[in-house]
């Protein structure tokens, strides 16, 4: 049994138990008398004076009826501490000591996780990527056969370790602020980072659609309680579409099981769908592709992805944008492609016709666009698409493709949240038409920094965003034994076009928000603060360093998109 891989996932469990270890206890209150209420002072909580711009809220204890039931709001004891000038009460010092506390245990935990991934970067065997490595093979529930198995290879360690960054980001960019419910936006997060990172490395399907399930119900709570103001509605249709997915997804896995008598994904990709028929395989790709392609999102299965990012929080946006989708492109390529080749083979032209047209429908969507924050969540639609298109040329260029513009994406994607929440904290709104344009003379490092996301998004050469979109495009130039090459040129240019789509709404939204005079009414505040700087500079530079040497990304993954193919490098 190897250690490490356990070690990834307790070290996050370790962090949500020493968050709730260190919840502080609820004590009910004696039931107030009249001479109570006139002789003893209000508690700190509800002296405390509410956030800026909102209506003192009267004391439960001297209402005269009951308060009509409204939507949840954070508690003024845990809003950031009022303007400056005034002193903050003993309730909002407590409240800011409580919130960085629990933001502490989550970036100490994340950061020792963030190490174990580098350690298992710096003890992975390079030269044999292609096989699983560090293996631990476990008895999970021995009377019905099922294992605890993980392992990796170099597929899954890229997303291990993009997983444990951008959770470390989002804790490092949480320090620097005052959270509502900071120990249980903390424990969210962690539950996530586990769900997530064990979805990478679970080598028997029942297991892996365990970790696949986990991480839908606190990113739930992420969008609804930290969300904006239709986080309700965005969290429902969230839930319901992935759920309805995943429902769709055990179907297949069952049918693999029922056919095969196996859950190990390693021995089913050394098959490569021997021992099940072709029909069975055309059914079980569609069933598992339908469960991953709302995951992912596919159009036309994409439409909780604009509402949930709009409303999320933004470091919700960031890990749903950065992993959570990464997790249903990672299916394909561990279990829908390898263990169902002859399914893959028959369904790939429908997978390639929906990829392009999400692309292109993205795209569009994107110039339609007033909120900054959607027109990114649109972007993603398209964006995956190339990932989509990727896996269905089943070349070994496309997978590549694939693999690499999912690492991409992560980090692009990544930094373009971080930055339209700093954008919509500044000036209170991610109305591109009321941000009132000419960021770089106002917010000069906030709008370069924009500037350089929104460039390596469309895919500029140099930078992460190129080599994911063209290889994709070049695998459809060639696709693989038994696909229609007319049919995928079609594919191509499509794809062409969404690149020429993607540069048009990237350099509108820089003119309307970058470029221009400034609107010298609006009080936009402090440029980049340290705390964003630190979380930001990352992503910047694996987006310049990928971008420069893709090789070291492609050559990690290309030993086993050979093997799960089954063709020679």
């Known amino acids: ?68 039931v409204t939507e949840p709001t954070p508690s003024p004891s845990l809003v950031a501490a009022p303007a400056s000038g005034i002193e903050p009460t003993p309730s909002s010092a ?46 999970w529930i021995p009377g019905l056969d099922l294992r605890f198995h993980l392992g990796v290879d170099g597929i899954s360690l890229p997303l291990v370790v993009l997983t444990a960054l951008l959770t470390f980001l989002c804790f490092g960019y949480l320090a620097g602020q005052t959270t509502p419910r900071p120990r249980a936006l903390a424990f969210a997060l962690l539950v996530l980072e586990i769900g997530m990172i064990g979805t990478f490395l679970a080598l028997d399907l029942l297991l892996f659609f365990v970790f696949f399930e986990v991480v839908l119900i606190p990113m739930y709570f992420v969008i609804a309680i930290w969300g904006g103001h239709d986080r309700r509605a965005a969290a429902i249709k969230f839930i319901l579409y992935t759920l309805l997915g995943s429902a769709v997804l055990l179907l297949g896995l069952l049918v693999i099981y029922a056919q095969t008598g196996t859950l190990d994904m390693v ?28 995951k992912t999102p596919m159009w036309p299965l994409h439409t909780w992805l604009p509402d949930a990012h709009t409303e999320a929080p933004t470091v919700g946006s960031v890990l749903l944008a950065g992993v959570l989708l990464k997790m249903g492109t990672y299916g394909f390529a561990r279990i829908a492609i390898p263990v169902l080749p002859e399914g893959a083979a028959a369904l790939a032209p429908w997978l390639g016709a929906f990829a392009v047209i999400g692309i292109i429908y993205g795209s569009l969507a994107c110039l339609a666009q007033r909120d900054l924050k959607r027109m990114i969540a649109y972007s993603s639609v398209g964006h995956m698409g190339f990932v989509l298109l990727g896996f269905a040329t089943l070349t070994p260029v496309g997978i590549n493709a694939a693999l690499f513009a999912n690492i991409a994406h992560g980090l692009i994607t990544g930094l373009l949240f971080f930055l339209a929440g700093a954008i919509k904290e500044r000036y209170g709104t991610a109305d591109m038409t009321a941000l009132g344009g000419g960021m770089l003379a106002r917010l000069p490092h906030l709008g370069s920094l924009l500037t350089f996301a929104c460039i390596a998004s469309l895919g500029l050469p140099g930078l992460a965003g190129f080599w994911g979109e063209m290889l994709a495009l070049l695998g459809a130039y060639q696709p693989g034994a038994g696909q229609s090459r007319p049919l995928f040129l079609v594919f191509m240019v499509c794809g062409g076009i969404g690149t020429v789509l993607t540069a048009a709404y990237f350099l509108v ?6 470029h221009g005079r400034p609107d010298e009414t609006l009080a936009v505040g402090v440029d980049v603060r340290p705390f964003e700087l630190a979380a930001w500079v990352p992503l910047v530079a694996l987006t310049l360093v990928f971008g420069l040497w893709p090789k070291g990304l492609l050559s990690l993954t290309a030993p086993a998109v050979h093997l799960i193919l089954g063709v020679g490098p």
Do not use: C, K
């Open 267 to 294: 021995q089913l990709a050394a098959r490569h769908g021997a021992g099940i028929a072709r029909t069975p395989q055309i059914l079980a790709f569609l069933a598992i592709g339908l469960g991953l392609a709302v």
């Open 94 to 139: 407590r409240a800011s000591d409580r919130s960085r506390a629990a933001t502490r245990i989550g970036l100490v935990t994340s950061g020792l996780t963030l190490v174990l991934s580098i350690v298992l970067a710096a003890v992975f065997d390079y030269g044999s990527a292609g096989r699983m490595q560090l293996e631990t093979n476990l008895a």
């Open 509 to 514: 939204m820089l003119s309307r928000v970058t």
């Open 1 to 68: 049994m190897n250690w490490l891989l356990i070690a990834l996932l307790a070290v996050p469990g370790l962090g949500t138990l020493a968050l709730l270890a260190g919840r502080p206890s609820t004590q009910t209150p004696a039931p107030a008398t009249a001479a109570s209420q006139i002789e003893q002072p209000p508690s700190p909580a509800l002296a405390e004076p509410p956030a800026p711009g909102t209506e003192p809220t009267p004391s439960p204890a001297l209402a005269e009826s009951p308060a009509p």
